[in-house]
């Protein structure tokens, strides 16, 4: 009997004759004699990722957890026979914990089952944050530590995505820019202009605080990167 693998259902052909279908485990058919096959290994169908090909921003799986790259650093060898090595700073998405681990150049890494879904913001509370899921408007919570400081840039009702893994909510991710309204800052004193150079300390609506040219006022929306919390502009 030979196996013949390139189609789906299975076929199996008895001696060259006429050939049947073989359905896989959750619909055997019995036969005697043949036991069922079982579908193939999806671990070793995953896409690896060599430590030498991880650059900023790639995500990838170490021991059953989803690390985000924020620096990586290749070591090459000035020795004859040496190994290259690969140094990755490198974000944990489960905790936010981030360190930095070196690895051969030749590791390998699975790619995490992630999922982002578009989500608002609705409030916090004793038990969590809560963000109402766009597609299924099913209320996801996520812990303080899987928001982390996000709340600094988040007010009722704000677009983000959340991250899921294995299905199961992580984190989130901001835009790259957020529009807040200016709580409280200093009066610009006179001959401040949009031309001045200067800047002054403003608490957002978030209680975020950071640096505003002089001409900024109170009660202004201003544009501001989620990333290294600096005034972007006004909105």
């Not at 812990?143 to 007010?155: C, K, W």
Request: net charge negative; hydrophobic share 35%.
């Amino acid at each position: 009997m030979r196996f013949h693998s390139s189609v789906n259902p299975a076929i199996f052909f008895d001696d060259g004759a006429t050939p049947f279908p073989l359905y896989w485990k959750e619909n055997w058919i019995g036969l005697p004699g043949i036991s069922a096959p079982t579908r193939p290994n999806e671990e070793l169908m995953a896409a690896l990722i060599d430590a030498i090909d991880v650059r900023r921003k790639t995500l990838f799986e170490l021991e059953n957890t989803p690390f985000y790259c924020l620096e990586a650093e290749v070591n090459t060898p000035t020795a004859r026979g040496g190994q290259t090595l690969v140094r990755l700073k490198m974000r944990n998405l489960l905790t936010n914990a981030v360190f930095e681990k070196t690895f051969k150049a030749s590791d390998k890494f699975k790619e995490p089952d992630l999922l982002y879904v578009d989500a608002s913001y609705l409030y916090s509370d004793g038990d969590g944050s809560h963000f109402l899921d766009q597609e299924t408007y099913e209320t996801l919570t996520l812990t303080g530590e899987m928001v982390g400081d996000a709340l600094n840039f988040l007010i009722e009702g704000a677009l983000l995505q959340l991250r899921k893994y294995n299905g199961n909510p992580i984190g989130l991710e901001l835009p790259t820019f957020v529009e807040l309204n200016v709580a409280r800052t200093d009066p610009a004193a006179r001959g401040d202009s949009t031309s001045g150079s200067g800047t002054k300390t403003a608490q957002l609506e978030t209680g975020l605080e950071i640096r505003v040219p002089l001409f900024i006022k109170e009660g202004e929306k201003v544009k501001v990167s989620t990333e290294n919390r600096e005034f972007a502009g006004r909105a």
